[in-house]
């Protein structure tokens, strides 16, 4: 059984450009997350899948953050224009069924913006 | 609002020592979820428990144990014996079951994490 893979693990670059990080859930999972994690805490909710429709977006996910997930199988994240601030470790999760059971992550995707 | 607090930051014992992790949690919802997960130095985040809020019995699973107490909105997390192979930054998390008070149906609410440190 393949767990969630991300790619890629670790991203570099440059203020103000555009970066794109996927997320291959497990098989048959319809639901799939976004969290992003800092240094020193847990991590935070930026979005959720439901197959293919996107439910809900923390007020996290700022208008330069956009993500897809066309049909309802693998999930892009995209930032535009980064910042310093958006350097974090960006991961995915993914879960059959509801909030009510466990979600299984992925192994995130490092950002650094320099 | 939903809140977990893991008020241990870092945590250091000697192999074989029993050690336990806290967690409180705040949620209005009468139904929801509670979670562990392990987060060892490669990063990964392992999923290691989930509890209902109607289930408050103990759970034992090898070296580990959890005790959930809705008195005190407690779950806290038992190492029996530890090993050095449990090093790693334990989570504590949160799902709701309803939308009622605001909170999401969708994400899990992590506190901040203890690390947990185990020397041979």
């Known amino acids: 059984d393949t767990g969630v893979s991300q790619d890629p693990r670790h991203k570099i670059t440059k203020r103000g450009q555009n970066v794109t990080f996927r997320c291959d859930p497990i098989s048959e999972h319809n639901r799939l997350y976004w969290y992003r994690q800092t240094l020193g805490q847990g991590p935070e909710f930026l979005t959720y899948f439901q197959n293919e429709a996107q439910l809900e977006k923390s007020r996290l996910l700022s208008d330069r953050f956009s993500a897809e997930r066309p049909k309802g199988s693998f999930s892009t994240l995209e930032i535009q224009r980064t910042e310093q601030g958006d350097s974090a470790m960006y991961l995915c999760?993914?879960?059959?069924?509801?909030?009510?059971?466990?979600?299984?992550f992925g192994p995130g995707t490092r950002l650094t913006v320099l | 609002a939903q809140k977990v607090t893991q008020a241990q930051t870092e945590i250091s014992v000697v192999e074989k020592e029993d050690v336990t992790l806290d967690c409180v949690y705040e949620?209005?919802?009468?139904?929801?979820?509670l979670f562990w997960y392990k987060q060892p130095p490669s990063g990964e985040l392992v999923f290691l428990i989930r509890?209902?809020?109607?289930?408050?019995q103990n759970e034992i699973s090898g070296r580990y144990s959890w005790n959930f107490q809705k008195s005190t909105s407690s779950f806290n997390f038992t190492i029996t014996a530890s090993q050095v192979v449990d090093s790693a930054v334990y989570f504590c998390?949160?799902?709701?079951?309803?939308?009622?008070?605001?909170?999401?149906?969708?994400?899990?609410?992590f506190g901040k994490g203890t690390k947990l440190s185990v020397k041979p």
């Open positions: 509890r209902n809020s109607f289930d408050e």
């Open positions: 949620t209005r919802d009468t139904t929801y979820y």
């Open positions: 998390a949160l799902s709701e079951a309803y939308l009622n008070y605001g909170g999401s149906q969708g994400n899990l609410i």
């Open positions: 999760a993914s879960s059959a069924g509801t909030n009510s059971v466990a979600q299984y």
